[in-house]
């Protein structure tokens, strides 16, 4: 087994990368927004700008998605994130995905997406 990770920083790597014989499984951390002026949809498609650059990185796009887990830090913001999610996830390819209200670390964040993907070897 090999652990590759990219984007390493002292707290965390933005994605990690575990080779396990004939696959290879991809955790990117939970994404933000760096311009939070933005509404929940323009943070929405920030965010997943961001996810699919670091899958890219090694190969892999939307559809090697197994799992998404999206943190809101407002509820009512479910069906505006939403319509961009609907819009840039792959027909035939939808994630396992839980959506989570919860108080994001800065007041600024609407929204932070965390990915698992797979690809073959």
Do not use: C
Not at 34 to 48: A, F, I, K
């Amino acid at each position: 087994m090999e652990i590759t990770r990219h984007e390493m920083g002292p707290r965390f790597s933005e994605m990690t990368v575990v080779d396990v014989g004939n696959a290879k499984l991809l955790f990117i951390a939970g994404q933000v927004a760096e311009h939070t002026s933005l509404d929940v949809v323009g943070q929405t498609r920030e965010v997943l700008h961001f996810i699919d650059r670091l899958l890219a990185k090694v190969g892999a796009d939307k559809t090697n998605i197994v799992s998404a887990r999206i943190f809101l830090a407002s509820v009512g913001d479910y069906a505006a994130m939403n319509s961009v999610w609907d819009d840039w996830v792959e027909p035939g390819h939808t994630p396992a995905r839980s959506t989570i209200g919860a108080k994001l670390i800065h007041s600024e964040y609407k929204v932070e997406i965390e990915i698992t993907a797979a690809i073959k070897a």
